[in-house]
């Protein structure tokens, strides 16, 4: 089966950091993706993981590890502008070919 | 910024009618998308293409039906809307079959 949790919403304090976390179950994975959605707005991509380990892009990192099916997004030096809904999107394999799964995202809000 | 417009933006509609949603890109992509983006339920993947006349199922199928003659242009047809279908939706195009997604700005659908 496929499943996938992430918390429903984060609050932390400008200049912070902040991680979101997500476990998943998928038929088959291949990578982890991490997509931004402002509201009213459409996702944009922000990271990939294929392998385990941390990749740094900016004040956004995304780690994952495959043994634990888990992956995190970290956020730092938090800026008002990064309020938006996250989702952590798995690469699994569903009829021989790939999809990417979402879930219902995690809603970060930012306060002064 | 990807070249991917949808259109209608926004469209309410009464239940029982058809209607088309058409997602146009620029970027001579292969696969092509539509989701759906309801509250509580994140991203759900409707229809995929991977190429010309070469379309598939996703996971919120049924009701609706797809299209692509052209590369540039993929359709997404409710034949009799229900009022279940009200819901945001997205296209989104990815240049392989494992690469990120880029979505348009979404299609806001009201079936009353």
Redesign the interface.
């Known amino acids: 089966g496929q499943s996938l949790e992430q918390p429903s919403e984060v609050t932390a304090v400008e200049g912070a950091i902040v991680q979101i976390n997500c476990t998943y179950q998928t038929s088959g994975f291949?990578?982890l993706?991490w997509?931004q959605q402002h509201d009213g707005?459409?996702?944009?991509?922000l990271s990939?993981n294929a392998l385990d380990g941390l990749e740094e892009t900016g004040r956004f990192s995304s780690f994952l590890s495959r043994s634990d099916s888990y992956g995190y997004l970290l956020l730092q030096e938090l800026q008002m502008k990064d309020s938006a809904s996250y989702?952590c999107a798995p690469?699994g394999a569903m009829?021989s070919?790939?999809?990417?799964i979402?879930?219902?995202?995690t809603r970060l809000l930012v306060r002064p | 910024d990807a070249g991917i417009t949808q259109s209608p933006r926004h469209k309410v509609t009464e239940t029982g009618t058809p209607v088309t949603l058409r997602c146009h890109q620029t970027e001579n992509h292969r696969y092509m998308y539509w989701?759906r983006q309801d509250p509580?339920?994140?991203?759900?993947?409707i229809h995929?293409s991977?190429g010309v006349k070469d379309t598939?199922k996703?996971e919120v199928s049924d009701g609706y039906s797809v299209s692509r003659s052209k590369t540039e242009d993929f359709l997404l047809t409710l034949e009799s809307a229900t009022s279940s279908q009200t819901s945001v939706y997205?296209c989104a195009i990815s240049e392989s079959?494992?690469g990120?997604?880029?979505?348009?700005?979404?299609s806001r659908l009201t079936v009353l």
């Open positions: 291949y990578g993706s997509y707005g459409a996702p944009t991509f990939y989702f690469r009829d070919s790939y999809k990417l979402f879930g219902s995202g | 989701y509580g339920h994140g991203l759900r993947l995929y991977y598939d996703g997205f079959e494992a990120e997604l880029f979505f348009g700005e979404g």
